[in-house]
Each structure stands twice: as structure tokens, then as C-alpha cells.
């Protein structure tokens, strides 16, 4: 695709709920990367993926988050038991390689609202 | 450990001046880059400049450039010309040793009319 896409933009759900969140990443990008925004703070590391496997999950908040990606493509975060903590905004990045200087493109992002 | 601090969390400036954001680093590596990126309203990250810290030669971008220090760690973002369109987020990162990138806490930046 043209850029990075992300899908719901914006998620309300209730306390205790599942929600899964999707990447759709640019076509022929290897790399992938999960990251989380919280109100007045930088972007936290969630998750790597590079092809369908995660070498590195160390961001992974608790035991209630998980992530796959299939076909070297898409991926899904979910998360779930949702708690109000977890309201943030959750970016979604691809690369071409993981190389150190290669740009990441990022998503618009699926804005999470725990009630 | 690897840090990023963007001791700024908002700056305001006039269009048409000149405004500097800063960003320090603290990594033990010898090997890294550094990046600026805008987050506007639409939340969309767009990369503004990179910097390869092996390089003494600071990078430009048009109306942006930076001033890189090395020994301090020290990597500033110069904004010419601020124009309104310029009003976003800023957030200055580092990439070192690995695929990750290490992000600050952002700098609020408001050009007004």
C-alpha cells in the first residue's frame, strides 16, 4: 500500500474487553514495530517483528498483551482484559530492513479509550 | 542504558522566526543515528532529519537543520522560517546498537500568525 494503515482509527470499549488492533504495513517492508503513546509521554516500545517472527516482545506491558503477524504482512496487537491504563494511543511502524538508519513509517495510529 | 530527554515540553515562536528544540542522549555505543520526527494533529509521524553520529557534517533539510554534538550528546533541531503549518509535535529518537528506536517525550511546538 501507499503508507502505513491502521485500523480502527479510534476504539472505545468497555473495561475487562478483548480489542485487536491491525497494521497494515507498506508492501515489501520487512520490519515492523508496535509502539504506545500514553498522554504527555514519549513513545513507549511494545514490540519487533521482522518477517512473521518477534525477536524482541520485551516492551510487551504484561501477560495480557500479545501480537502476531502472518504473511510477513499484517499484524494484529491484542489485548486482552482491557484496563484503564491501557487507554493510550498505539502506533504502528514498518520498515524496509532493520538496518539502523533506515527511515520508519509510521500509521495514524488507533486511538484506545478504556471505559 | 539508552535514553532520550526533550527537556522542552512546549515552545511557541513567531511565523517567519527561528526556533531550536533540544534533545540529549546517553548511549554507550559508538554506532548510531539520530532522528527528528513531527507528529502533527493527525497524528501521523513524518520523519523531519536524520543525523549518522559518525558524520562531523551537521544535517540540513531545507528549513531544518540540526546541531549535533557529539561529545555532550547534544542534538538540537533549528526550525528557519517557522511556518504555520510547522505546528506539531516533535520528537527526537535514537537508534543505537539495534532496530529500536528510543524516543524523548516530545516537544509541543506552536507557531503563531
Known amino acids: 500500500g501507499a503508507g502505513v494503515s491502521q485500523s480502527p482509527s479510534n476504539k472505545v470499549t468497555e473495561k475487562g474487553k478483548d480489542v485487536e488492533l491491525r497494521c497494515d504495513p507498506i508492501s515489501g517492508h520487512t520490519a515492523l514495530y508496535w509502539y504506545r503513546q500514553s498522554l504527555g509521554q514519549g513513545l513507549e516500545f511494545l514490540i519487533y517483528?521482522?518477517?512473521?517472527?518477534?525477536?524482541?516482545k520485551s516492551g510487551l506491558p504484561s501477560d495480557r498483551f500479545s501480537a502476531e503477524r502472518t504473511g510477513g504482512s499484517v499484524s494484529t496487537l491484542t489485548i486482552q482484559r482491557t484496563q484503564q491504563e491501557d487507554s493510550a494511543v498505539y502506533l504502528c511502524a514498518s520498515s524496509f530492513s532493520q538496518i539502523m538508519n533506515t527511515e520508519a513509517f509510521f500509521g495514524q495510529g488507533t486511538r484506545l479509550t478504556v471505559v | 542504558a539508552q535514553t532520550v530527554t526533550q527537556s522542552q515540553p512546549e515552545m511557541s515562536v513567531q511565523e517567519a522566526e527561528t526556533v531550536t528544540l533540544s534533545c540529549t542522549y546517553d548511549t554507550s555505543e559508538n554506532n548510531y543515528y539520530l532522528f527528528w520526527y513531527k507528529q502533527p494533529p493527525s497524528r501521523q509521524m513524518i520523519l523531519v532529519i536524520r543525523q549518522e553520529a559518525y558524520k562531523q557534517q551537521n544535517a540540513t533539510e531545507n528549513r531544518f537543520s540540526v546541531n549535533f554534538q557529539k561529545a555532550a550528546k547534544s542534538f538540537s533541531l533549528k526550525i528557519s522560517d517557522s511556518q504555520l503549518g510547522d505546528t506539531a509535535m516533535y520528537f527526537c529518537?535514537?537508534?543505537?546498537?539495534?532496530?529500536?528506536?528510543?524516543f524523548g517525550t516530545g516537544t509541543r511546538l506552536k507557531v503563531l500568525a
Open positions: 517483528f521482522q518477517g512473521n517472527s518477534a525477536p524482541d
Open positions: 529518537a535514537l537508534v543505537a546498537g539495534t532496530y529500536k528506536y528510543i
